[in-house]
């Protein structure tokens, strides 16, 4: 059982480049989400998911455009990346409650992260 | 807004000494709170989490957390550090999404 599975682990860009982060999981989870994460400021939302076909913004989406076609792939895109966008970005995922507002509080379960540095 | 804060940015604990992470939040209703640990280069673990009922919550890795409405508080303890407990913690928040505080990184000392 691989849980979620981000690739790359480390990427170097240039300014302007466009890329994209790989995010599977194979736990059947309905909601898939991003998050950045930058010293002193925790880890911020950038886009989720509830299910395939299904996206919304987080705190932080300018710059990254998701789609999600299936129930295990969630990719986040950077159209030009710039340097703010250096990061450690990590995906994550759980199972979804029928409850409306517990819905996505499960426990996620997180991707080992992956490194982005524009340069 | 809703949210959680932490104040502690680091904290030092000896081996083998109590500690106490404090989290405090800010929301009108009762919240689903969490704790999560990050050990270095690693991605997030839930420690522990509370949606309601008894407000000490028992963890993994021998933690635990105590919600207090009246001090809209979360603090996380652990009564005897290890040195594999060095590692970052944040406290995170549910309400339709799942946010997180800046985060306490604890450095252990033998």
């Known amino acids: 059982n691989a849980g979620v599975t981000q690739t790359p682990k480390f990427q170097v860009l240039k300014t302007g480049q466009s890329m994209t982060l790989q995010c599977a999981q194979d736990m059947n989870h309905e909601y898939m989400s991003w998050y950045r994460q930058d010293p002193g400021m925790g880890l911020r939302l950038i886009h989720y998911s509830v299910g395939a076909g299904i996206t919304d913004q987080g705190e932080v989406p300018n710059g990254y455009n998701v789609s999600r076609s299936t129930t295990e792939d969630f990719p986040l895109r950077l159209l030009s990346a710039a340097p703010s966008q250096t990061s450690v970005y990590f995906c994550?995922?759980?199972?979804?409650?029928?409850?409306?507002?517990?819905?996505?509080?499960?426990?996620?379960?997180f991707g080992a992260g992956s490194r982005l540095t524009v340069l | 807004a809703q949210s959680v804060t932490q104040p502690d940015i680091h904290i030092t604990v000896s081996e083998g000494a109590s500690l106490e992470l404090r989290c405090n939040y800010s929301y009108g209703a009762t919240p689903y709170l969490f704790w999560y640990v990050q050990s270095p280069g690693q991605g997030l673990q839930l420690l522990l989490k509370?949606?309601?009922?008894?407000?000490l919550v028992q963890g993994i890795k021998g933690f635990e957390a105590e919600f207090k409405r009246s001090q809209s508080s979360f603090n996380l303890r652990k009564p005897s550090v290890h040195w594999s407990d060095a590692a970052e913690y944040f406290c995170?928040?549910?309400?339709?999404?799942?946010?997180f505080g800046a985060g306490t990184t604890v450095t252990v000392r033998a």
């Open positions: 994550a995922s759980s199972y979804l409650t029928t409850s409306g507002r517990a819905s996505g509080a499960n426990v996620l379960t």
């Open positions: 509370y949606f309601s009922g008894d407000t």
């Open positions: 995170a928040f549910y309400d339709y999404k799942l946010s």
